[in-house]
């Protein structure tokens, strides 16, 4: 298998990105990708960076806010967040998200 193509998940380091999130990430040329899980009520403040942020529900519910706009996002429910524009968010169940980022976070590869 090569490994440079083909990977396990299961090898990929946990990190806790902020209290209660707990993030398996993946690096490309382009993106970053991040697999996290969230503890029912563990919340991140608003703010905002310049990546472009797609975020999906792949398991539970996270209230989303983007600019004034507040949601609550499940499994059918995705976000488009563009660069610079505040948001945040609470896990209202535990939950597992999906966060796509382009370009790739650099701050996320320590």
């Given at each position: 298998m090569n490994k440079e193509i083909f990977r396990q998940f299961a090898d990929i380091e946990v990190k806790e990105m902020s209290p209660g999130f707990f993030s398996k990430l993946i690096h490309t040329d382009n993106n970053t990708i991040n697999f996290i899980?969230?503890?029912?009520?563990?919340?991140?403040?608003?703010?905002?960076?310049?990546?472009?942020?797609?975020?999906?529900?792949?398991?539970?519910?996270?209230?989303?806010?983007?600019?004034?706009?507040?949601?609550?996002?499940?499994?059918?429910?995705?976000v488009l967040i563009p660069g610079n524009v505040p948001h945040g968010g609470k896990a209202i169940t535990d939950c597992t998200l999906l966060d796509v980022f382009s370009p790739g976070r650099e701050d996320f590869k320590y």
């Amino acid at each position: 298998m090569n490994k440079e193509i083909f990977r396990q998940f299961a090898d990929i380091e946990v990190k806790e990105m902020s209290p209660g999130f707990f993030s398996k990430l993946i690096h490309t040329d382009n993106n970053t990708i991040n697999f996290i899980d969230i503890k029912a009520g563990s919340d991140s403040p608003i703010h905002s960076h310049p990546h472009h942020q797609c975020a999906f529900v792949l398991k539970g519910q996270f209230e989303m806010t983007v600019g004034e706009e507040t949601q609550i996002l499940d499994t059918g429910k995705f976000v488009l967040i563009p660069g610079n524009v505040p948001h945040g968010g609470k896990a209202i169940t535990d939950c597992t998200l999906l966060d796509v980022f382009s370009p790739g976070r650099e701050d996320f590869k320590y």
